[in-house]
């Protein structure tokens, strides 16, 4: 398989982690955007979808870990060792899951840090816009959250920080794919 191939895997990974989860929310009619932190849905003792969830993640962390180890290696060398550690936590995430407690809630900040790391290396081994304002917006999310702006569960930072990080992912993955990614 050529890297151009291999650039899908980039592609694939977070389309299938937002497949999951969203299947996951569709099944879980207790769940709130209000009240709820994604990682409900994969409490192994209290969700009813909690293998679909986390089946998803793992799915998706090892699709990111093979792009990130192929295609992308050669594409940004820095931030593909940040992306592949994202993608291991967010193994970690699905592995460790809520009935784990504070081992839960450490891998969980672990890979909202790592996420904000990648785009920071991506922004600047890449010279990438796109990749500060995911940083910027990522982070601003969860500031406006924690300072109380808005009131909603931590589902919605959650999932504003990932959305916006993996729009960097996956536009390198095309890139990549498309064979527009000059060095």
């Not at 899908?8 to 969203?22: D, H, T, W």
């Not at 909690?50 to 993640?57: E, Q, T």
Request: glycine fraction near 8%; proline fraction near 2%.
């Amino acid at each position: 398989m050529n890297e151009r191939k291999y650039a899908l895997f980039g592609v694939v990974g977070p389309l299938v982690a937002y497949l999951f989860i969203g299947v996951s929310i569709v099944l879980s009619p207790w769940f709130s955007w209000w009240s709820n932190a994604l990682s409900d849905l994969g409490h192994f003792v209290d969700s009813d979808v909690a293998s679909l969830y986390n089946f998803g993640l793992l799915l998706a962390g090892f699709f990111i870990i093979i792009y990130s180890i192929t295609a992308f290696r050669n594409h940004a060398k820095y931030s593909s060792c940040c992306l592949l550690v994202s993608a291991l936590i967010l193994q970690l995430v699905a592995t460790f899951d809520e009935v784990y407690g504070s081992l839960h809630v450490i891998v969980s900040i672990l890979l909202f840090v790592s996420l904000g790391l990648a785009s920071i290396v991506y922004a600047v081994e890449r010279k990438s816009v796109l990749a500060l304002a995911a940083f910027v917006i990522g982070l601003g999310s969860w500031i406006l959250y924690w300072a109380g702006m808005y009131s909603a569960g931590v589902a919605v930072p959650e999932t504003i920080s990932s959305v916006v990080t993996v729009s960097w992912v996956m536009l390198s993955a095309i890139k990549i794919y498309l064979g527009k990614s000059s060095r």
